[in-house]
């Protein structure tokens, strides 16, 4: 199991942008075997997936956010962040960083972002 801390949400312009942290409770030495990723969820709708970044560092990106978010991680510091470009107002959701390994996840708790005018 892995703990993940989400830092970064808040209340931006549309245009705007925002980056968010995630930092990672295992150690440096196993951090890299873990895809890490950030998913978001709107209320009455699933979680889906926005970005995932592999150990050695390949992104996957939702079509929704490509050329718009960039997914970057840091196994040494154990952190992965996403840095969200001309945010749309369809951005706003609950943003949920997540570690995966094989058939086990874990989550964090969660950090709002709220695009408006």
């Known amino acids: 199991q892995v703990q993940l801390v989400e830092s970064g949400g808040g209340l931006v312009q549309p245009g705007g942008a925002l980056r968010l942290s995630c930092a990672a409770s295992r150690s440096a030495l196993s951090i890299y075997l873990y895809t890490l990723g950030w998913y978001r969820q709107t209320p009455g709708e699933q979680r889906e997936l926005v970005a995932t970044?592999?150990?050695?560092?390949?992104?996957n990106y939702a079509d929704s956010v490509k050329g718009r978010f960039t997914i970057s991680r840091d196994n040494a510091k154990r952190t992965v962040s996403l840095q969200m470009n001309n945010l749309k107002p369809e951005d706003t959701a609950v943003y949920y960083c997540n570690a995966a390994r094989g058939t086990t996840a874990s989550w964090g708790q969660g950090t709002q972002v709220t695009v408006s005018s």
């Open positions: 970044i592999t150990g050695g560092g390949s992104p």
